[in-house]
């Protein structure tokens, strides 16, 4: 049903508060009134390539035929079930397809209903892990600087806490260690002083630390920053070390965004504790799941209070399990890799005149990411704008414009998409 943009506006600017906005005068919104493959239809007719995938989440494209159906058909069995004392077929069989792809020995799957709730729940097992263990004291956590691990307070906690977006919040949130963001980019010689304070934090503090949480190579919302694999093979060694639990989020990385099906695949490694969601459920659906190894799920199980303490009321949704295990299937059975590697191709070929541009930094892209970082903040009353009169849409953040796209993004359109932002950032 078509829908008039005006009256639609204006309701929105009245009364709907959108994700990191204000309600006094905020900026610009862009009705949509449908979407198909990679391109989203606005209530006045334009048409837009997106390059930001629904937040990195659509990566088979919008209104698939065979997510549609998966959804279609759970719906006319079942859309909800409390998953308390029940079960259900998409649960399970999507469960036992997270353990079968992500790295062994990670063996027990936790549903949750969004990436920062799984971040909570894997912040929790690792505390209640240590509980049981007998060594309550182990309550803290170890990120590094630059991290996004999501909104909630235990995962605002672990995000960057001078960069990041929740410093008014510094004196409610649990008090963590930060040691340095790693220094060396990805591709780039290895030097072990790179890791050399959180090693000594590590050393200082292992009594206290119960786990150290990281974004797998590449951090996301924190700044974009790819980084040497063999940062993540020393953590782990360190972590076994020390005991100290090893979480990785993969909430944006993982699915093959990287161009491995889960990030920490480049180094090699295994965490103790895995979130996952976005492109889980390839955009249908919100849905996340925390990964545990069968030691931490058997530990907390037979531990005080012998149960995990955790519940969400839409845990294991059964239309998101569905959508999930069609996302996961479509996935695995198409050339994924090469798919993501053309894309990468493509975003390096396309963004590279970029770097003669005077007022950008650097141009990255790794897998399914492509990055042009400016030397000043850009202006996002301006910068949307600019972009959707260019037919594509780019929502930038600090002094980054970047895009994730559909992985099933056709070689014209990625052109189109990167001709746009290095037209955009010229005119900056």
């Not at 971040?119 to 209640?128: D, F, R, S």
């Not at 995962?155 to 260690?177: E, I, K, N, Y």
């Not at 949480?213 to 060694?237: D, K, N, S, T």
């Not at 030691?295 to 012998?306: F, H, K, L, W, Y």
Request: charge should be negative; include cysteine.
């Amino acid at each position: 049903m078509s829908v008039m943009p005006e009256p639609l506006l204006a309701l929105d600017r009245a009364h709907v508060w959108h994700p990191y906005s204000t309600l006094v005068d905020p900026p610009s919104v862009f009705a949509v009134e449908s979407a198909s493959g990679v391109r989203l239809r606005l209530a006045d007719g334009r048409e837009l390539i997106d390059g930001m995938a629904s937040w990195w989440s659509v990566i088979h494209g919008y209104n698939h035929p065979g997510l549609n159906a998966a959804v279609r058909a759970q719906l006319e069995r079942m859309a909800h079930v409390m998953f308390g004392g029940l079960t259900h077929a998409p649960a399970v069989a999507l469960a036992a397809q997270l353990v079968a792809i992500t790295p062994a020995p990670l063996d027990a799957v936790f549903f949750a209903d969004s990436g920062s709730v799984s971040v909570e729940v894997a912040i929790k097992m690792a505390i209640q892990y240590w509980a049981a263990r007998g060594k309550p004291g182990k309550q803290r956590l170890l990120t590094v600087r630059g991290g996004y691990h999501g909104d909630t307070f235990a995962a605002m906690s672990v995000c960057d806490p001078v960069t990041g977006m929740h410093r008014l919040f510094q004196q409610t949130l649990a008090q963590q260690f930060f040691a340095p963001r790693p220094a060396i980019r990805y591709g780039a010689r290895w030097d072990e002083s790179d890791i050399a304070e959180l090693a000594r934090l590590l050393e200082v503090h292992r009594e206290e630390i119960a786990a150290v949480i990281l974004e797998p190579v590449v951090q996301g919302a924190g700044g974009m920053w790819f980084y040497a694999p063999e940062y993540l093979r020393r953590v782990r060694e360190l972590c076994d070390a020390h005991g100290v639990l090893l979480i990785l989020d993969e909430i944006a990385t993982g699915f093959g965004r990287t161009g491995r099906l889960f990030a920490c695949e480049h180094a090699g490694i295994a965490p103790d504790l895995m979130c996952l969601g976005k492109a889980l459920t390839g955009g249908y659906m919100t849905l996340a799941a925390t990964l545990a190894t069968r030691e931490v799920a058997e530990t907390i199980s037979r531990g005080d209070p012998g149960v995990f303490m955790h519940g969400p009321t839409f845990m294991a949704n059964p239309l998101a399990c569905a959508a999930a295990l069609a996302s996961v299937e479509l996935l695995l059975g198409g050339p994924w890799a090469e798919r993501i590697a053309a894309l990468e191709q493509a975003l390096e070929t396309g963004l590279a005149p970029a770097r003669a541009l005077q007022q950008v930094v650097d141009v990255r892209c790794l897998g399914g990411i492509g990055v042009i970082e400016l030397a000043m903040p850009v202006d996002m009353r301006i910068a949307p704008r600019a972009f959707v009169e260019r037919g594509v849409w780019v929502r930038p953040f600090g002094r980054l414009v970047y895009v994730m796209p559909a992985y099933v993004m056709a070689p014209a359109d990625v052109a189109a998409l990167t001709a746009a932002m290095c037209e955009v950032v010229a005119t900056f």
